[in-house]
């Protein structure tokens, strides 16, 4: 996607401790229309697999879930950090934050989610995998059925993505980043 890969050479910004961030347009300011565009990019993927339901994990994954719900004429269901006392029961699943260097449990109340589903999971982003296989491990504990998952960047160069496909699962990511360097400023893309 040569747009997406423009927009983040030139909206994003590399950090210390290998973050790229893309506040401006992906997960903190919104830009509608370069989310709607990724959402059909994963109707276009996955609209043959029956989508029942978008599952993604909060907060930065509600945007991209919501539009892709949109394209597949189904509800956006996303996986909570925290149990709040309006969840009854949940299943639940722990993840590492790449980003914020911790773990923490997520929860999905078990209303929301079936074995008859078909779940397509969706996030803005995809380095250890440890969120992604927080919600597959969801998914499996419904019972649903998993038919992919839809990313919107990916590290490459931190794997999780290769472990994902090597276990079997339909990985769309739109932009995979190979290498990243901070001094320069320079994002290398896989082709």
């Known amino acids: 996607m040569k747009w997406l890969e423009e927009e983040i050479k030139s909206r994003g910004k590399i950090l210390d401790g290998d973050i ?14 370069l989310l709607d565009k990724i959402a059909l990019l994963w109707y276009d993927h996955f609209n043959k697999k029956h989508v029942t339901k978008v599952l993604t994990i909060e907060s930065s994954g509600i945007a991209l879930a919501t539009l892709a719900s949109i394209r597949f004429n189904t509800n ?37 989610i079936s074995k008859n589903d078909r779940i ?23 019972g ?31 932009e995979i980043i190979d290498s990243m360097d901070k001094d320069i ?5 896989r082709r």
């Not at 909570?80 to 934050?97: A, C, F, M, Q, W």
């Not at 999971?121 to 919600?135: M, P, Q, R, Y």
């Not at 038919?147 to 739109?174: C, T």
């Not at 400023?185 to 893309?189: E, L, S, V, W, Y």
């Open 144 to 174: 649903a059925t998993l038919v992919g998952i839809g990313i919107a960047i990916e590290k490459g160069y931190q794997g999780g993505g290769d472990k994902l496909r090597s276990l079997g699962y339909d990985v769309d990511s739109l």
């Open 20 to 33: 790229l961030k893309v506040n401006s347009f992906l997960n903190h300011q919104l830009d509608p229309f």
């Open 120 to 142: 397509l999971i969706v996030d803005d982003f995809l380095a250890t995998g440890s969120a992604i296989e927080g919600l597959i491990d969801i998914v499996k504990q419904s």
């Open 185 to 189: 400023q320079n994002i290398k893309f």
């Open 76 to 112: 956006a269901l996303f996986a909570k950090k925290g149990l709040s006392s309006n969840l009854g029961e949940v299943y639940k699943s722990t993840i590492h934050s790449y980003t914020k260097g911790i773990d923490s449990e997520i929860f999905v109340e078990k209303d929301y």
